[in-house]
């Protein structure tokens, strides 16, 4: 139990082009997700929390007109990046909570040209 | 926020050896989680710890809750190149005001060579 996929595993995107990124929690219904970006062999850092049915909250230093957070059913959270650049190039991940643990996706790895 | 340090920050050893990965918090926590994650893939949960002096083994790991609180280790023994990847320690906020967010410790990556 308690798994989170992610879709699309990768993508490869022009500059200035939006990159839409889903993550299901499969087995369990979370009402709030969160979304991380990470760095080659550095930690998670935390991007937002994805609330279901409401506007997301964003961590500081974070756009939120750059990334949008979409909750909208019990199970999917969107990740979409907008006008990407080639700095927005990482490792995206996203994790919903279940009990007093955070449970993640595989990831997506975003790469802008 | 609590700030979660992580040591060491990279580890290189032969197949076979021993090693300790520590973390640390500036204040008590609940609970702490421990996740292995290898690269291109998200974090897998390995352990979460509870009780403080809790001691709780998986397999060659063993993972200790110190009795404050406040830290935990996690030994591995006899490594094997398999157990390659990046370490990371977690504790989860205050459900109540903070949505039970998690806040992770910078990692440890660990190499093991066969």
């Known amino acids: 139990g308690a798994v989170v996929s992610q879709h699309p595993s990768w993508v490869i995107c022009k500059s200035g082009t939006s990159v839409k990124i889903e993550c299901r929690s499969l087995?369990?219904?979370?009402?709030?997700m969160f979304w991380y970006r990470q760095f080659p062999k550095q930690s998670l850092m935390l991007m937002a929390t994805?609330?279901?049915?409401?506007?997301?909250?964003?961590e500081q230093g974070v756009e939120k007109d750059k990334f949008l957070i979409n909750h909208a059913s019990l199970t999917l959270s969107t990740l979409t990046v907008t006008s990407a650049h080639p700095e927005d190039s990482s490792f995206y991940i996203c994790?919903?909570?279940?009990?007093?643990?955070?449970?993640f996706g595989p990831g997506t790895r975003l790469t802008v040209l | 926020t609590q700030l979660l340090e992580q040591s060491p920050q990279f580890l290189s050893i032969q197949e076979g050896e021993n090693l300790t990965v520590y973390c640390n918090s500036s204040?008590?926590?609940?609970?702490l989680q421990w996740y292995r994650q290898e690269p291109g893939e998200g974090p897998v949960l390995l352990v979460t710890?509870?009780?403080?002096?809790e001691v709780k083994k998986l397999k060659r790991l063993t993972f200790q809750f110190g009795d404050a609180r406040k830290d935990s280790s996690l030994h591995i023994t006899a490594a094997q190149p398999g157990d390659t990847g990046l370490y990371l320690c977690?504790?989860?906020?205050?459900?109540?005001?903070?949505?039970?967010?998690?806040?992770f410790g910078d990692g440890t990556t660990l190499t093991v060579k066969p």
């Open positions: 994790s919903a909570g279940l009990v007093d643990t955070q449970y």
């Open positions: 087995d369990f219904q979370a009402t709030t």
């Open positions: 994805s609330n279901e049915g409401s506007k997301a909250t964003y």
């Open positions: 204040s008590v926590f609940s609970s």
């Open positions: 710890v509870v009780t403080g002096g």
């Open positions: 977690a504790l989860q906020e205050d459900r109540n005001t903070n949505a039970g967010k998690s806040t």
